[in-house]
């Protein structure tokens, strides 16, 4: 490491720690040379893979790309900034995980997919009628009858009642 002030190469450390967040060390140095003190930060290297788009091009992992879809999603439902943030979190985290060089962007759809199909089921239909491209009103129609199996299965195993006093209330 390069002391800013005289540009020599030999230093001393003498404090190491982890920052709040855990992500990187704070490392306050000492030049032998000049002996003035400098602060240095360390993180980890992440390297993302290359996205393999549909037609064939690759390029970079776009973080604002995968953000802004699922704020499209979501825009006028119940979902916050913050949920949205983690959810592209937890897709960085797996394809960092996966280890892979390429991936399909077919691959982070998918996992944006299951992610707004936990968080919030209009979201959810809203980015696969994008995503997945639907030709007519019956692919779209499929989807939802999906989503309304799922849902009737949810309310019988547990909760029902007041499920059904919801939609009650909302009908009348």
């Given at each position: 490491?390069?002391?800013?002030?005289?540009?020599?190469?030999?230093?001393?450390?003498?404090?190491s720690r982890i920052s709040k967040d855990g992500d990187m060390v704070r490392r306050r140095r000492e030049c032998l040379k000049c002996t003035r003190r400098f602060t240095t930060y360390e993180r980890v290297e992440e390297t993302m893979p290359l996205v393999i788009k549909k037609?064939?091009?690759?390029?970079?992992?776009?973080?604002?790309?995968?953000?802004?879809?699922?704020?499209?999603?979501?825009?006028?439902?119940?979902?916050?900034?913050?949920?949205?943030e983690a959810i592209a979190d937890r897709i960085e985290r797996?394809?960092?995980?996966?280890?892979?060089?390429?991936?399909?962007?077919?691959a982070i759809g998918e996992a944006a997919m299951r992610e707004l199909h936990d968080t919030d089921q209009v979201a959810y239909v809203?980015?696969?009628?994008?995503y997945r491209s639907f030709k007519d009103i019956n692919e779209f129609m499929v989807e939802l009858e999906e989503l309304l199996k799922e849902r009737k299965g949810i309310s019988v195993r547990g909760g029902g009642a007041r499920q059904k006093k919801g939609r009650e209330n909302?009908?009348?």
């Open positions: 490491m390069k002391c800013p002030f005289c540009h020599e190469t030999d230093n001393r450390v003498i404090d037609d064939g091009r690759r390029e970079s992992y776009d973080r604002l790309k995968v953000i802004n879809g699922l704020k499209r999603a979501c825009e006028k439902r119940p979902v916050s900034i913050n949920t949205i797996s394809l960092q995980e996966r280890g892979d060089k390429e991936v399909a962007s077919s809203r980015f696969a009628s994008v909302r009908l009348s």
